[in-house]
């Protein structure tokens, strides 16, 4: 049921939402996703999720693509460095954190992927910008995520990140709609 929502796409409403559901739901959707791709995807997932965080009002079709899409690209770097990475112990592994922070809920993903060089991190929620190859990415997952994340649900996306060491991306959003307007972002 709740797959045949995601493919249908929501209301655009806004709902009372279990953060820690919802966040557990996109990591199982975007790990089949991968697996479903490519046989030989392999990745450890780690969950980190703050017990009891009360329900946040969110669009929950809309933040869980912002999920796929930040889950979907740690998978891509973390196996990335994998592949090509020549270090034959090295294990990749995609972090998901929970918290709540009072008036804010914060979810971190954090990989242990290929990083992203300081020149470039100002341009990630460009749209259109991609450092994957050609046909492999359209350069607005993060554009659209940073949309969602910010305009319609008053939220922040901040990224932090050591070249060849990891990647972290933090999503905080208020736990109550204030005046942002619920308009679904196309």
């Given at each position: 049921?709740?797959?045949?929502?995601?493919?249908?796409?929501?209301?655009?409403?806004?709902?009372?939402?279990?953060?820690?559901?919802?966040?557990e739901e996109?990591?199982?959707?975007?790990?089949?996703?991968?697996?479903?791709?490519?046989?030989?995807?392999?990745?450890?997932?780690?969950?980190?999720?703050?017990?009891?965080?009360?329900?946040?009002?969110?669009?929950p079709q809309?933040?869980?693509?912002?999920?796929?899409?930040l889950f979907?690209?740690?998978?891509?770097?973390?196996?990335?460095?994998?592949?090509?990475?020549?270090?034959?112990?090295?294990?990749?592994?995609?972090?998901?954190?929970?918290?709540?922070?009072?008036?804010?809920?914060?979810?971190?993903?954090?990989?242990?992927?290929?990083?992203?060089?300081?020149?470039?991190?100002?341009?990630?929620?460009?749209?259109?910008?991609?450092?994957?190859?050609?046909?492999?990415?359209?350069?607005?997952?993060?554009?659209?995520?940073?949309?969602?994340?910010?305009?319609?649900?008053?939220?922040?996306?901040?990224?932090?990140?050591?070249?060849?060491?990891?990647?972290?991306?933090?999503?905080?959003?208020?736990?109550?709609?204030?005046?942002?307007?619920?308009?679904?972002?196309?």
């Amino acid at each position: 049921r709740s797959m045949l929502a995601h493919s249908r796409g929501g209301s655009g409403e806004r709902q009372s939402a279990d953060l820690n559901a919802l966040v557990e739901e996109a990591l199982n959707l975007a790990y089949h996703g991968a697996r479903a791709h490519d046989q030989e995807f392999n990745i450890t997932l780690e969950r980190d999720f703050e017990p009891g965080i009360a329900p946040v009002e969110l669009v929950p079709q809309d933040m869980t693509r912002v999920f796929l899409n930040l889950f979907g690209n740690g998978f891509y770097a973390a196996t990335k460095r994998a592949r090509d990475g020549g270090d034959a112990a090295f294990r990749p592994v995609l972090k998901v954190t929970t918290r709540d922070r009072g008036d804010v809920v914060e979810i971190k993903a954090r990989d242990n992927g290929t990083g992203i060089p300081p020149e470039i991190r100002d341009k990630l929620f460009q749209p259109f910008f991609t450092t994957k190859p050609t046909g492999e990415g359209t350069g607005l997952g993060l554009s659209i995520s940073y949309d969602i994340v910010t305009q319609q649900h008053g939220g922040t996306i901040a990224v932090d990140s050591q070249p060849g060491e990891f990647t972290e991306f933090t999503v905080r959003l208020p736990r109550k709609s204030h005046s942002v307007s619920a308009k679904a972002v196309a």
